[in-house]
C-alpha cells in the first residue's frame, strides 16, 4: 500500500476482473518481452514522510542560505523584500493544482489574476501588451528577437554587449538553431559605444538593449532608439520591472518590445528558478507574439469574464506555424508578482526601488573611500554598480563568506578579461549597518 | 461564488496601502542628483492602492473560481494530474532551498548541487539514459534543447543535408512546433488503423535527409507502440536519431525503459509523471536525457561530482549552449526529488501498475455505453468518441455539462486523427469510487443528451460564469485595465 495509491487489494481484484484479464502483469502484456525491464529499478526503497523531511533537511542544510548571511549578489536574482502574503496567496492549492485554464469557465480565479498580471506589467511598461510570462528573462529576450524577425523578416539582430552574459548565451543558442545573425554592439566604458551605431542598418530585424545593463548602468536608450527606427529596425528593451518605480519606462522610449526576468516581484531566489520572464509589445505587433495572453470577454448572459484568447499564433492550433513552440506560461511565479505589486502599489515599488538606489550608491562611495576598490565605469546607475579590486577578488570573497557575507559577483566567472572586478548589488533590504560590516572587511583585508 | 467579481485596481483607494518598509537609514540625497531628468520616469503606473486585507480577500475570493485536483476528479488525458503531495511543496520551500542564489559559489551551494546531480543520477535509472540535463523549463523547452541535440550531432558530422523532423500525426502540437523553432522542415505521417506508426508510411519517408523521428510512447491514444524496436533500428539505419517524448512516462515506470528501446533522446515532465503541480499552467520542468555519444551535446552546464565535492561543468565544447539564464527550475526539481524519495523503486513501479490499471478500468466500463475507435488494452489513458454523427450534441456539449456536476472534463478533440474525440487519464491517484462515479456521471450527460439536447448546449449553469465569447475575446482584444 502506499500513501498516494488508494486501490485495495480487493479493489484491484474487482477492477481486474471487469477488464477480463488475471493480474496486473496481463494489462502489461503489449510491451514486447526483450523490453521489459526484468528487475528492480536501481533506486532506494520509498521512505516515510518523515525521513524524506530528515534527507531533504539535511540536504538543505549543506546550502548557505540568504536568511544567515546578508547578501550582495545580484545580477539577474535579486534579494528583495517578499511580503507575507504573496506566499500565503500562491500556496493556495485551488491556484497551483490547477491546469492551463483551457476550460474558463471554472477556471477565472487563474484567468483573472492572468489578466491583472498582464494589466499590471502593461502599466509598469508602458507596453499595450504583455503576456501571461515565459520561462525567464533569458528565454523571453530570445523569444523576442525570434517574433520580431517573424514580423519584419529580416534576418540580423543586433545586441548590446553590455547585456547579461547569460542572456546573451542562450540568444546565442536559439539564433544559431534558427540561423539568425546575431551582431554584439560594442561596448565603451560599460554602455553600449554610441559611435559603433552604424551598423544598425536596413538588414537589421531588431536591436536589443538592457537598461539598466549587466553592469548596473543605464543605457543612452534614446540615441540607440532614434538609430534603430531611423532604420525601421524594432527596438526591444531589456529592462527589471522594480527599476521601472523610477526609471523611464520602454514604453516611454518607444520600444516595439519589452522582455525581461520579473524574480524581484516577489519569487523566491530558489538558486535560480523557477522565475518570471515576460514579454510585451505594441498593438500592432500583439498578434507576431509568442505564448498566452489573455483577454477579457463575456458570457452567454453578458457577464464579463476572461479567457486565453488569440490562440491563432499557438503550437496547439497552428503546430509547424505557431509563433514558437512554448505551450506554457509561469503562471505561479506570475501570480506571485501580481500579488507582490498589489501589496507594493505605485508607491511601494517606488519606495523600493528609491532605497535600492540610494543604498547602492552609499555602498559605492564607502567602497571607494576604503581606497582598495577602483571606479571602473562613469555614469548613472540604479542598484548594481562594478569596482575593481587592488586585491584578488577570490581573497576578498573568502574573507567576507568568513563573516557571513555573500560577497558581490566576481565578474571574471561570467565573462572573461575581467579579473578582479566586482558586481555589488544592493536592495532595499541592506541596511546601512549592513552595508558598512561589507566595507569594513574589505578595509581590513587590505592591512 | 457566483457573485460578479471586479478587479484588484477597482478597489483602489488613494492613500490605502498595503506594505510596510523599513525607514532607509542611508545618508541620501535628493535622488534626481543620483538619476539625471532624462532618464526619469514620467508617467505613473497604475497600480492598485489598497490595504493587506483586500489583497488577500480578493486572491482567496479569486481562488474560489478554480478548480483544482484538490478540488475533485481532473481526468485531462496527456497531461496526468494526478495528486501533487503536500510534502514536495514544504521540502521546496525550505529555507536551506528556496533562499539561495544561483551565483553563490560552489562550495555554499553543496546541497542543491548534490540534489540536482542525484536526480538527474535517477532519471537516468528512471529511463535508461545516459546522462540529464535538467536545464529545461518545460516540456516543449525539452523538445527544444533535444533537437538543437539532433542539428548538432549532425552538423557535428558535417552532415548538412538531413533537414527533415519525421512525427506522426497523433503528436502534440508542441512536436511539430519545435521542429520549426530550430530550423527544420516538417513531415507528419499517418498512424495505421490501430493507432500505431505506420511503418510503411515512415519507410516512405526515411532517407538521407532524415534528422531525425520524434515519437510520443504510449501514444497520445494511450497505446504502446508495438513496433518499437523496430521504428528506432530503421531511423538509425536510415542515419537519423530518434526523440522520445515522454509525456507519457507515468504508463512505463519500472516496466520499460526508452534506452533499452533504442531512443537517442528523451523528454520528461516532471509536473505530470513525478508530481509537482501544474500551477494554473507553470511553472513545470522538462529535463532532457540523452545516450552517451550524446552526451557532450547537452547544453552546458552540467553537474558534476568529484569525490562528493560537486561543482558545475562549463567546459563544454559541443554543447548546444546554455537554454536557461541560470539552472533551470529549481524549486520544480526539488518537488520531483522529493516524490521520488518517497516512492522509491517499488513506488513508481506501483504507480505505473495501478494508473494503467485505473485506465483499463474505465475503459472497460465506458465501452458499454460509448463508442471505443480502437479496442484494445491501454497503458495510462485512452480515446473515445463523445458522440457519434446522430447525436443532436457534440463532445464539447458533454465536456460543458461535466462542469455541472462538479468534475474536471477529460482533453477534448485531440488527438486529431478521432473524430469527437475523449481523451481520458485518471491516474493513480484515484480511487475505485472515484472512477465508478466519473462513469455514472459520463452515462447519466449521454442520457441526458439524448433526451434533452439543450440541456447540455446550455451548459454549463452553475459555474461562475456560464460560455464564453471566445470569438469577441479575439476580435477585439482586451488584454489589460
Redesign the interface.
Known amino acids: 500500500m ?1 500513501r ?4 485495495t487489494k480487493e ?2 481484484t ?3 476482473k ?4 488475471d493480474g ?1 502483469d496481463d ?6 518481452d ?4 526484468n528487475r ?8 516515510s ?1 518523515h525521513e ?2 530528515r ?3 539535511d ?9 544567515d548571511f546578508i ?1 550582495f ?1 545580484g ?3 535579486y ?1 528583495h ?1 517578499i ?1 507575507s ?1 504573496v ?3 500562491a ?11 483551457y ?8 484567468l ?2 492572468i ?2 498580471f ?3 506589467m ?3 511598461t ?1 507596453m ?3 503576456n ?2 515565459m ?5 523571453a529576450t530570445a523569444e523576442a528577437a ?1 517574433m520580431a524577425m517573424r514580423s519584419n523578416n529580416r534576418n540580423k539582430i543586433i545586441v548590446a554587449a553590455t547585456i ?1 552574459p ?2 546573451l ?2 540568444l ?2 536559439y539564433c ?4 539568425i545573425d546575431l551582431v554584439v554592439l560594442p561596448e565603451k566604458q560599460g554602455r553600449v559605444d554610441n559611435e559603433q551605431l552604424s551598423c544598425i542598418d536596413g538588414d537589421t530585424s531588431a536591436v536589443i538593449v538592457q537598461s539598466p545593463n549587466f553592469y548596473g548602468l ?1 543605457e543612452d536608450v ?1 540615441t540607440i532608439e532614434k538609430t534603430t527606427h531611423d532604420n525601421k529596425a524594432l527596438l526591444i528593451m531589456n529592462v527589471d520591472p522594480i527599476s ?6 520602454p ?2 522610449y518607444k520600444a516595439d518590445i519589452v522582455a525581461g ?1 520579473g524574480q524581484g516581484l516577489g519569487i ?8 518570471l520572464g515576460f514579454i510585451g509589445t505594441t498593438n500592432k505587433l ?1 498578434r507576431k507574439m509568442p505564448g ?10 453578458g ?5 486565453l ?4 499564433r ?9 509563433t ?10 506570475a ?1 506571485r508578482a ?2 507582490y ?9 517606488k ?2 526601488a ?2 535600492s ?3 547602492a ?2 555602498a559605492k562611495e564607502q567602497l571607494l573611500a576604503t581606497g582598495v576598490m577602483k571606479e571602473v565605469h562613469q555614469g ?1 546607475f540604479f542598484k548594481e554598480f562594478v569596482l575593481e579590486s587592488t586585491l584578488d577578488a577570490a581573497m576578498i ?1 573568502e574573507a567576507l ?1 568568513k563573516k557571513r557575507i ?1 560577497g558581490p ?1 566576481r565578474i571574471e ?1 561570467l565573462l572573461e578579461n575581467q579579473k578582479n572586478r566586482l558586481l555589488f548589488a544592493v536592495t ?1 533590504k541592506r ?3 549592513e ?1 558598512d560590516q561589507m566595507v569594513n572587511v574589505i578595509r581590513e583585508v587590505s592591512k | 461564488m457566483k457573485k ?2 471586479k ?3 477597482d478597489l483602489s483607494k488613494e492613500g490605502r ?3 510596510a ?2 525607514q ?6 535628493e ?1 534626481g542628483s ?3 531628468e ?13 490595504y ?1 486585507v ?3 480577500r ?3 475570493n ?10 475533485g476528479f ?1 481526468p ?1 488525458g496527456s ?1 496526468t ?5 503536500k ?1 514536495n ?17 560552489e562550495s ?5 548541487l ?2 540536482l546531480y542525484d536526480l538527474g543520477e ?1 532519471l537516468s ?2 529511463t535508461g539514459m545516459a546522462a540529464f540535463s535538467l536545464q529545461p ?5 525539452g ?2 534543447a533535444g ?2 541535440m539532433i ?1 548538432k550531432y549532425h552538423e557535428g558530422r558535417k552532415d548538412s543535408k538531413r533537414r527533415k523532423i519525421i512525427v506522426p500525426d497523433s503528436s ?3 512536436n ?8 527544420y522542415d ?1 513531415v507528419e505521417i499517418k498512424s495505421d488503423n490501430m493507432g500505431g506508426v505506420n511503418l510503411e508510411a515512415l519507410r516512405a519517408e526515411l532517407d538521407d535527409e532524415t534528422a531525425g523521428l520524434m515519437l510520443t510512447n504510449p501514444s497520445t491514444l494511450g ?2 507502440e ?1 513496433n ?2 523496430k521504428i528506432t533500428q530503421m531511423v538509425h539505419d536510415a542515419g537519423g536519431l530518434v526523440y522520445y517524448d515522454g509525456a507519457n512516462l507515468n504508463a ?6 526508452p534506452g ?2 533504442g531512443f537517442d533522446i528523451i523528454h520528461l515532465n516532471l509536473h505530470k509523471t513525478f ?1 509537482t ?8 520542468a522538462g529535463p532532457v536525457g540523452v545516450t552517451k555519444t550524446l552526451e557532450p551535446y547537452l ?1 552546458y552546464p552540467t553537474v558534476q561530482n568529484k569525490n562528493g565535492s560537486y561543482g558545475f561543468d562549463y567546459d563544454r565544447p559541443q554543447s ?13 526539481l ?1 518537488r520531483a ?2 516524490y ?12 505505473s ?2 494508473a ?3 485506465a ?2 474505465l475503459q ?2 465506458l465501452k458499454e455505453h460509448f463508442h471505443l475507435p480502437i479496442d ?2 491501454c ?1 495510462h489513458e485512452f480515446v473515445l468518441s463523445g458522440t457519434s454523427q446522430l447525436s443532436e450534441y457534440r463532445t464539447l456539449d458533454m ?2 455539462r461535466m ?1 455541472d456536476y462538479g468534475i ?2 477529460p482533453t477534448v478533440y ?1 488527438p486529431l486523427i478521432i473524430d469527437e474525440a475523449m481523451m481520458i487519464e485518471p491516474t ?5 469510487e472515484t472512477l465508478d462515479q466519473f462513469v455514472d456521471i459520463m452515462v447519466k450527460i449521454k442520457e441526458e443528451g439524448e433526451g434533452n439536447p439543450a440541456l447540455l448546449h446550455n451548459a ?1 449553469i452553475s ?8 470569438a ?3 476580435r477585439k ?5
Open positions: 502506499n498516494y495509491i488508494p486501490l479493489d484491484q474487482h477492477m481486474l471487469q477488464i477480463g484479464v496486473i494489462l502489461f502484456s503489449d510491451i514486447p526483450d523490453l521489459k525491464l528492480k529499478l536501481n533506486l532506494p526503497d520509498g521512505i514522510e524524506v523531511r534527507k531533504m533537511t540536504i538543505s542544510k549543506k546550502n548557505k542560505n540568504l536568511d547578501s549578489l545580477a539577474g536574482a534579494d523584500y511580503p502574503v506566499s500565503h496567496v500556496g493556495r492549492s485551488e491556484f497551483y493544482t490547477s491546469y492551463t485554464p476550460q474558463p469557465e471554472i477556471s477565472q480565479g487563474t483573472q489574476y489578466f491583472e498582464q494589466s499590471m502593461s502599466e509598469l508602458g499595450d501588451v504583455i501571461a510570462s520561462y525567464d528573462g533569458a528565454t525570434i547579461h547569460a542572456t548565451a542562450v546565442k543558442t544559431h538553431f534558427r540561423e543605464i534614446s521601472l518605480g523610477v526609471l523611464k519606462s514604453g516611454e526576468e523566491p531566489l530558489s538558486f535560480g528558478g523557477p522565475y500583439m498566452r495572453i489573455c483577454g477579457l470577454t463575456e458570457d452567454i448572459e457577464k464579463p469574464g476572461y479567457v484568447t488569440l490562440q491563432a499557438e503550437q496547439h492550433i497552428r503546430r509547424e506555424k505557431a514558437s513552440n512554448i505551450c506554457s506560461n509561469q503562471s505561479l511565479c501570480l501580481v500579488v505589486l498589489s501589496t507594493m502599489g505605485q508607491k511601494g515599488l519606495e523600493v528609491l532605497q538606489l540610494s543604498k550608491h552609499y548613472p570573497e563568506l555573500i559577483l566567472k532595499e541596511t546601512k549597518d552595508i | 460578479e467579481h478587479m484588484i485596481i496601502v498595503a506594505y518598509l523599513p532607509n537609514d542611508v545618508p541620501t540625497k535622488w543620483y538619476l539625471p532624462e532618464f526619469q520616469r514620467k508617467t505613473v503606473p497604475r497600480l492598485p492602492e489598497v493587506e483586500d489583497v488577500v480578493h486572491y482567496t479569486l481562488s474560489n473560481k478554480n478548480y483544482g485536483v484538490d478540488t481532473y485531462l497531461c494530474m494526478k495528486y501533487n503531495p510534502i511543496e514544504d521540502m521546496a520551500s525550505l529555507d536551506g532551498l528556496a533562499k539561495v542564489h544561483p551565483y553563490q559559489q555554499t551551494v553543496q546541497g542543491s548534490e540534489l535517477k535509472e528512471i523549463a518545460a516540456g516543449a523547452h523538445e527544444l533537437l538543437m542539428k502534440h502540437g508542441t511539430p512546433a519545435t521542429a520549426t523553432a530550430v530550423g516538417l497505446l504502446f508495438r518499437i524496436s512505463i515506470m519500472g516496466k520499460t525503459r533499452d528501446m508530481t503541480p501544474h500551477g494554473g499552467g507553470g511553472p513545470g547544453p548546444i549552449g546554455r537554454i536557461m539564464a541560470f539552472h533551470g527550475q529549481f524549486g520544480v526539488a526529488y522529493t521520488i524519495l518517497s516512492m522509491g523503486s517499488d513506488g513508481l513501479k506501483q504507480v501498475e495501478a494503467v490499471l485505473n483499463n478500468y472497460s466500463k484494445t488494452l497503458k465536456a460543458k462542469l474536471h472534463p485531440f493513480e491517484t484515484e480511487s475505485l454549463p459555474t461562475p460564469v456560464r460560455r464564453l465569447d471566445e469577441k475575446a479575439a482584444p482586451v488584454v489589460k485595465w
